[in-house]
């Protein structure tokens, strides 16, 4: 590979955090072998090809019976399995192509980079890096004559928080250094997201674990502050243990306060890079914000700001929050349920202005601008339309079709200044509600705020 190509790899971290967090989480990404290429034209078919051989490599399981019409030129030109992703049940989640370009004057050779997204059955993430020289001939056949992978770290982690109390937690339990054997353990003892149904809500001992889903470095620094602020790196963690298991941390604490009780408790999880992130960019940074505040009662407080009637901010989901859920999703032409989500949630935050009627234009092709903003927000909501390159391709109509599944919008895959509108006023407080979180008792509460 030339000088300046693998010298590109070193800037995949920086170009990723710009283009979105969300190309690298799970949300709704639509896995590879499923992605559909605009009228087979698209010059990405042969790079998804390369990149699905990619990932077989790294999972061990690559021949040339698995991804024909792909062939490595020799063995040097294959990348090594990862230990992690091929001796654990991890599986090929999602590509992002970051660059794809035509190799000088030659009309066979393509350089093409990206990110691959791997993830085991606990909700685990994988983020590799990957660059190749390859060449492309007329009957289909696709040779790779050089490739590079190197694990990545997100940009900013994904975080699940649960709550479990003090009397479920023994000493043996927190000497774990399992991941998974701890995960599992809090996913079964927390206290669901459901939770705060008693009439009187009084102070308990719990324990706050903070499970860090993305594989990152090793000497990374992960932790928690508990505070009464939700702004900024201020607040107290003394007591808090942290360890590593093969590049996945976790960060405990003890805590004593009244689940949706008064005041409001939050938990910040911490998150500083490892070595091999630049000096001048390894900066402590909050990577999730939680409450202890119950979803219902954030939802019943939004509404009540909204002019809404949801009752009193109490957390239970009475007549009255239904009627007001129902009323707000009727008004925003919502999927109209009249529970509380994390997308409704979404949709309620402060900076999220109504949507404005826009007559939709006649002309046949849409504005590129327009079409660039919309494949920027519907990454930031953790859907995949693919590069923001403006394209109106069949992977940004995919995109477009599920968030307006979602969202319980007329599902055309037609772009639109509506559209384009709802997507960028919300995207900064959607994509903290990105995470379908699958567990009840893994708490969906990260905070929306400006």
Not at 76 to 85: L, S, Y
Not at 105 to 132: W, Y
Not at 273 to 292: D, H, N, W, Y
Not at 316 to 336: C, H, M, P, S, Y
Request: some cysteine; glycine content about 8%; proline content about 7%.
């Amino acid at each position: 590979m030339s000088d300046t190509s693998k010298h590109n790899i070193w800037f995949l971290r920086e170009f990723l955090g710009v283009i979105a967090v969300a190309t690298i989480l799970l949300a709704t990404t639509i896995p590879l072998g499923a992605q559909s290429l605009e009228n087979g034209q698209s010059p990405e078919a042969d790079a998804l090809m390369v990149a699905q051989a990619l990932a077989l490599s790294l999972e061990g399981r690559a021949s040339p019976s698995s991804i024909a019409p792909v062939r490595f030129a020799d063995a040097g030109a294959e990348p090594p399995p990862d230990p992690t992703v091929q001796s654990g049940r991890f599986h090929l989640a999602s590509s992002a192509l970051i660059r794809f370009d035509q190799a000088g004057d030659s009309k066979e050779r393509r350089l093409l980079a990206g990110v691959l997204l791997h993830q085991d059955p606990l909700g685990r993430l994988i983020s590799t890096g990957f660059e190749v020289d390859y060449r492309l001939f007329q009957d289909g056949s696709i040779v790779v004559d050089a490739s590079a992978v190197t694990p990545m770290d997100a940009p900013v982690p994904e975080v699940l928080i649960g709550f479990v109390p003090a009397e479920k937690v023994t000493r043996s339990l927190l000497k774990s250094q399992s991941f998974a054997k701890l995960f599992k353990y809090v996913e079964k003892n927390a206290v669901p997201r459901s939770q705060c149904r008693e009439a009187r809500r009084v102070e308990k001992e719990y324990y706050v674990f903070a499970f860090y889903m993305d594989r990152l470095a090793r000497d990374a620094r992960v932790g928690l502050l508990i505070s009464d602020q939700a702004e900024g790196l201020s607040g107290y963690g003394e007591g808090t243990a942290t360890f590593q298991d093969n590049g996945w941390h976790v960060a405990y604490a003890p805590a004593r306060f009244a689940m949706d009780g008064s005041p409001e408790i939050f938990f910040k999880a911490l998150y500083r890079p490892g070595a091999s992130v630049p000096l001048r960019e390894r900066k402590e940074m909050v990577a999730g914000v939680f409450t202890s505040d119950s979803l219902a009662k954030q939802v019943q407080r939004l509404l009540a700001d909204r002019g809404y009637d949801p009752g009193p901010a109490d957390g239970l989901v009475g007549k009255r929050t239904i009627r007001a859920i129902k009323e707000f999703q009727q008004d925003r032409k919502l999927r109209v349920d009249g529970e509380p989500s994390v997308f409704l949630l979404a949709a309620l935050s402060p900076t999220d202005r109504p949507a404005i009627p826009v007559k939709i234009a006649e002309a046949s092709t849409p504005d590129p601008g327009m079409v660039k903003r919309i494949q920027v927000g519907l990454a930031q909501w953790g859907y995949d339309p693919g590069p923001a390159d403006a394209a109106l391709g069949e992977r940004t109509q995919q995109a477009i079709r599920a968030f307006q599944r979602d969202q319980g919008l007329k599902v055309d895959g037609r772009p639109s200044a509506e559209l384009a509108a709802r997507l960028t006023d919300s995207s900064r407080q959607a994509a903290t509600a990105r995470t379908q979180f699958k567990s009840p008792r893994m708490w969906p509460n990260k905070i929306q705020r400006p």
